[in-house]
T-cell receptor, first 117, second 111 residues
Framework: GAGVSQSPSNKVTEKGKDVELRCDPI?????LYWYRQRLGQGLEFLIY????????KSGLPSDRFSAERTGESVSTLTIQRTQQEDSAVYLC???????????????FGPGTRLLVL | RKEVEQDPGPFNVPEGATVAFNCTYS??????FFWYRQDCRKEPKLLMS???SGNEDGRFTAQLNRASQYISLLIRDSKLSDSATYLC????????????FGRGTSLIVHP
């Protein structure tokens, strides 16, 4: 079956521009997570959705970052006025249920590689 | 102190060797743990989940020691294709739904 997909796979942008990253989770997965991974680093949690709701936005690095999810499916992560330190791989994962619960196994998308010049 | 810590390595081992990685965690409320494999420029893929004392799948064995707060991954009879970064993750219990990932341990299996 179809896995998690993300688009674009690569994005090069200029400092100060806005970018929008998209995640299509596995159908039926109510939980969706966004992570950032810098080169040689682990996964940094950004935000999660339970359905269309994002109860905890504390992982977002700054107010330039926002995310939304519509129809319990597609999610978009928007970065406004990009900075060079935003350069990273942005990974999306979905699961049937939230982490810590019985259906918590996360499946990752291939990521979007963002380079801010 | 980071919530989940791993030795970044690299662990450089010959084909056929047995290698073990440890992952320590600081949140005693962590309920479940996972080992992911991540190949270069690829997404993490689930290798094993650990809910109680351990789990075994072929050449891979994961063990959980709650008293000492660490999880281990043992790989027997290493293959060249095992070369990758292995990420450890801990999932919380009791109302926080945010997993914590380690930075990963790099494994290089050479001929």
């Amino acid at each position: 079956g179809a896995g998690v997909s993300q688009s674009p796979s690569n994005k090069v942008t200029e400092k100060g521009k806005d970018v929008e990253l998209r995640c299509d989770p596995i159908s039926g997965h109510t939980a969706l997570y966004w992570y950032r991974q810098r080169l040689g680093q682990g996964l940094e949690f950004l935000i999660y959705f339970q359905g269309n709701s994002a109860p905890d936005k504390s992982g977002l690095p700054s107010d330039r970052f926002s995310a939304e999810r519509t129809g319990e499916s597609v999610s978009t992560l928007t970065i406004q006025r990009t900075q060079q330190e935003d350069s990273a791989v942005y990974l999306c994962a979905s699961s049937l249920g939230l982490a810590g619960g019985p259906q918590e196994t996360q499946y990752f998308g291939p990521g979007t590689r963002l380079l801010v010049l | 102190r980071k919530e989940v810590e791993q030795d970044p390595g690299p662990f450089n081992v010959p084909e056929g060797a047995t290698v073990a990685f440890n992952c320590t965690y600081s949140n005693s409320a962590s309920q479940s743990f996972f080992w992911y494999r991540q190949d270069c420029r690829k997404e993490p893929k689930l290798l094993m989940s650990v809910y109680s004392s351990g789990n075994e799948d072929g050449r891979f064995t994961a063990q959980l020691n709650r008293a000492s707060q660490y999880i281990s991954l043992l790989i027997r009879d290493s293959k060249l294709s095992d070369s990758a970064t292995y990420l450890c993750a801990g999932n919380p219990s009791g109302g926080s739904y945010i997993p914590t990932f380690g930075r990963g341990t790099s494994l290089i299996v050479h001929p």
